[in-house]
């Protein structure tokens, strides 16, 4: 049986996006969101708040940089990788999710635009925005493409729930 590394995650950034470049030149894209979680605490479902570090390597992290902002709602599909390094004579370790698709799904903080109902935009909608529309084309395969084009929150509305 083969392994299965894939992570799918809706929440909101916790700081605006960082975009540095490695010492030969890629573009690394990295920033946290935090996913709310119900649980009941007794007698009352509570909201407990999950952090993740993400990262978006290369074209497509330059491309999403400047939308990547705090608040801002996002769905990101990526995999887990853990990142080892020795530290004062301790190993440490860390989990990041390595991005392989990103939408922006809704408002934040500075989107008081008025690009619809939740405030925001997916990139199916950014259809007059020329300069970014041809840059996303060149940075997503044929593959990906499908969720950029759907529009709206990217989901029909035949969901039964």
């Given at each position: 049986m083969a392994d299965i590394n894939h992570v799918v995650l809706?929440?909101?950034?916790?700081?605006?996006?960082?975009?540095?470049?490695?010492a030969n030149g890629q573009a690394v894209c990295k920033f946290s969101i935090a996913v709310n979680r119900r649980k009941k605490s007794g007698e009352q479902w509570v909201e407990e708040?999950?952090?993740?570090?993400?990262?978006?390597?290369?074209?497509q992290?330059?491309?999403?940089?400047?939308?990547?902002?705090?608040?801002?709602?996002?769905?990101?599909?990526?995999?887990?990788r853990q990142d080892r390094w020795e530290q004062?004579?301790?190993?440490?370790?860390?989990?990041?999710?390595?991005?392989?698709?990103l939408q922006l799904?809704?408002?934040?903080?500075?989107?008081?635009?008025g690009n619809g109902a939740s405030g925001g935009a997916s990139y199916g909608e950014r259809k007059n925005d020329s300069a970014y529309h041809d840059h996303a084309r060149s940075t997503h395969s044929s593959s990906e493409d499908h969720s950029f084009?759907?529009?709206g929150d990217g989901f029909s509305d035949d969901i039964p729930f």
């Open positions: 809706v929440g909101r950034l916790t700081r605006d996006a960082e975009l540095k470049y490695t708040a999950n952090f993740f570090d993400i990262v978006v390597w290369g074209r992290g330059e491309a999403l940089n400047q939308y990547l902002v705090k608040g801002k709602l996002i769905g990101v599909d990526g995999e887990l004062d004579g301790q190993n440490r370790s860390k989990i990041e999710i390595i991005a392989n698709n799904l809704g408002g934040g903080a500075s989107s008081q635009s084009s759907q529009g």
